[in-house]
């Protein structure tokens, strides 16, 4: 991977963008897309599409979210002290002790979410998880007037941020899920416009996924794409106790994730497995954790009257926490595939299951 896609990387890692609140995140990918798309635009809901050749009838959408988990402030005690919510799907395990980054109207504000001490904490306290309302956010505010100072209520709240590589091929970021998606719907851009295209390519940074899929709906409706990819994380399952007899064989380096469930077109999934052997990408196979749901493919596929599509997973290691790490290399072997799958289409392409293919 070059130095400006890295760069572009850590960049985009380091920016901040709980659900609803995805304009840092919008503003790097934007700006990096429009250095060699035909088009960019950005829309109501926060989506961003880097568009190739859109003069083509053949419409082919990828998407990648770029929302991130988070917290919103709700209430500022007495004591300067700041109480939260989730916003997404939060594991209150891994909350305490976290540090946090507030967005405010005038910056980032820095804090700690803080609990009761373990010392405290009776001998039946210490073996059940503390609820959210039991912690707070600790921004070194002396009372309530201090802290209005510096935040409002409703501000969002992310995950500090904390990108680094471990190792030769490996990376750690809050926001891996799904930035990493995202980041591959920009470099397969960048890759395809060295060539020529049969096929117009509308590569969307999608919002409000950890919310329910919702940038997805808007901005397919308004793609009303042939195709759609979705670009999201997997789990792996190369780590102590996660049952691979229910989840499959997943590992970080051996390649993206091609899953088969009812999201996935299976016209579409056999070309996306042919162009992978023809350029020499690994991939791993994968039978969904459940029939459907949980990604943009979700929505991609229902658009208007139906949408072929694919979802293509980085194996990703401690989901949904401030620690996920991901291998380049699976990165780098998407991108492949991609690239080969939308350089092949000649945008006559049909994808009826049992008629097409």
Known sequence: MNKNSLKFMEEFMNSSSPSGYEEEAAAVFRNYVGKFCDEVKTDVLGNTMGILNPGASFRVMLAGHYDEIGFQIVYISDDGLLYF????????????????????????????????????????????????????????????????????????????????????????????????????????????????????????????????????????????????????????????????????????????????????????GKMVREAAKKCKAVYQESAAHRASGGTDAARLQLNRSGVATCLISIPNRYMHSPVEICDLRDIENAIKILVETISSFKGDEQFRPGLDG
């Open 85 to 268: 919510r989730p916003n997404g799907g939060i594991d209150k395990l891994n909350v305490p002790a976290s540090e946090v980054e507030i967005i405010t109207a005038k910056g980032r504000v820095h804090g700690v979410i803080g609990k009761k001490p373990i010392h405290l904490l009776s001998a039946k306290e210490r073996e059940i998880a503390p609820e959210l309302s039991d912690m707070w956010i600790d921004i070194g505010a002396e009372n309530r007037k201090e802290a209005e100072a510096l935040v409002s209520i409703g501000d969002p709240v992310a995950m500090r941020s904390n990108f680094r590589f471990l190792g030769k091929n490996r990376v750690m970021s809050k926001g891996m899920d799904d930035k990493v998606g995202a980041f591959i719907v920009a470099e397969t851009l960048r890759e395809l416009s060295k060539r020529k295209l049969n096929v117009a390519v509308y590569g969307v940074g999608t919002v409000q996924e950890e919310l329910g899929l919702r940038g997805a709906a808007t901005s397919s409706f308004a793609v009303d794409p042939q195709v759609g990819f979705a670009l999201d994380v997997g789990f792996t399952t190369d780590l102590p106790d996660i049952p691979k007899k229910l989840l499959g064989d997943v590992k970080l380096g051996s390649g993206p994730i091609l899953t088969r469930s009812a999201d996935n077109n299976v016209v579409l």
